[in-house]
């Protein structure tokens, strides 16, 4: 039995341990059930959205294909989970997304794995700083967007999340289109 007596000094030690773990890019290192939810988007409400991912460098899963304008009027609850599925731990998480136009063409994919527009996306993890870019005329900031996940100009979130910031338009970080919140998606991994 161990006890204080007056006037002595207690040691206490303790190790937390959260379920899943990830790397400092925000793939997961064990295990776990990957949950995708549209926290924004500020883009044209008529262009759709084909946002998915490819795991360890196999086949490509769409994650969210739908409206780009997130709201009740287009079924789309930002914050409410779209998809989720399992993933082993170690596995390299590599985003893509593109906008689909009303005449059937497309963007070029946007993917963290490529070199000429992984500039494009962006993970964001719990205390990292917000980014600004200039938003188009009359839209939303990151930081906006990002209101409920953030304190002081930094991300917010738990130990177990990342945020993902998207540009879908262009590459061209000086064209005005270019302001990295075409969608904003939450991942959450929890054990499983």
């Known amino acids: 039995e161990d006890f204080v007596v007056a006037g002595g000094h207690a040691t206490l030690e303790w190790a937390i341990q959260y379920p899943v773990i ?110 600004y870019y200039r938003p188009v005329t009359g839209q939303s900031t990151i930081e906006e967007l990002l209101a409920s996940y953030a304190v002081d100009g930094h991300v917010d979130v738990g130990p177990n999340d990342v945020i993902v910031t998207l540009e879908a338009y262009t590459p061209d970080v000086n064209h005005p289109d270019y302001d990295m919140q075409d969608m904003i998606v939450l991942i959450s991994y929890e054990a499983r």
Not at 42 to 49: F, Q, Y
Not at 87 to 108: A, I, K, L, M, W
Request: zero cysteines.
């Open 22 to 131: 990830l790397d400092p890019e925000g793939n997961p290192q064990t295990d776990a059930v990957m949950k995708v939810r549209l926290i924004g988007s500020a883009i044209n409400p008529n262009h759709n959205l084909h946002f998915g991912a490819t795991f360890n460098g196999g086949d490509f899963e769409t994650l969210y294909r739908g409206a780009g304008e997130l709201s009740a009027d287009y079924d789309i609850i930002p914050g409410e989970v779209v998809r989720e599925l399992e993933v082993e731990g170690g596995t390299e998480v590599d985003f893509h997304v593109r906008v689909e136009f009303p005449n059937g063409s497309t963007t070029q994919w946007t993917s963290t794995n490529d070199p000429a527009r992984q500039h494009m996306i962006i993970r964001l993890m719990d205390g990292d700083a917000i980014p």
